[in-house]
């Protein structure tokens, strides 16, 4: 694994060993910021459900000012932190080691990010609860100019966003997962 682009671009990143996690593959998100060319730089950036911190890096790297990592292992915390000293972007972070309803406790009040990521395990249905916590909870930073990303298997349904208030912008499909791009809707309460 490694950055693709921008100023930490070909620099090598550490993965968090075993299972645990899964790694963006190199393609995928490279596809993926393309699609997101020209609406990172100068945003804030949250990536939950981090892993070794691949997706937040590349986003920073590519000229995001700030990128916030939630993730709850220590081993995967530690990894993200050493990922930010090599490639000189730990200022630009911080690292929270922690749930993601801890971290959005934590975060409330801040100003808005202008993209969330979130690639959660497969199959827990962990990215619905997180929609149904924003859409409830309706936190300060998230607004409806936020842009949600969930990386998620090619059989998760997202039949239940406009229910809770989102449109589902894009949809990229790959060989075995998937990016679906969300917003809340103009006027959802």
């Not at 990143?13 to 393609?27: A, I």
């Not at 934590?106 to 990215?127: C, H, N, S, T, V």
């Amino acid at each position: 694994m490694r950055v693709i682009a921008g100023k930490a671009r070909r620099l090598p990143l550490k993965t968090v060993p075993g299972q645990d996690t899964r790694p963006t593959t190199d393609r995928i998100k490279e596809t993926l910021f393309n699609i997101l060319q020209g609406n990172l730089e100068g945003i804030r950036f949250l990536d939950l459900f981090s892993g070794s911190g691949g997706i937040g890096i590349e986003a920073l790297s590519r000229g995001a000012k700030y990128a916030c990592f939630v993730e709850s292992a220590r081993a995967a915390a530690d990894c993200i932190r050493a990922n930010l000293a090599f490639t000189h972007l730990a200022e630009q972070a911080d690292v929270m080691q922690c749930d993601v309803l801890s971290a959005f406790v934590r975060l409330e009040g801040q100003e808005a990010f202008q993209i969330i990521f979130m690639d959660p395990p497969y199959g827990r249905e962990l990215e619905r609860s997180v929609l149904e916590m924003i859409a409830r909870n309706r936190p300060s930073f998230v607004t409806e100019d936020t842009t949600i990303i969930v990386e998620a298997d090619l059989r998760t349904d997202f039949s239940y966003a406009k229910t809770l208030g989102y449109e589902i912008l894009r949809e990229k499909e790959y060989k075995t997962n998937k990016h679906v791009f969300l917003r809340l809707a103009e006027g959802s309460e």
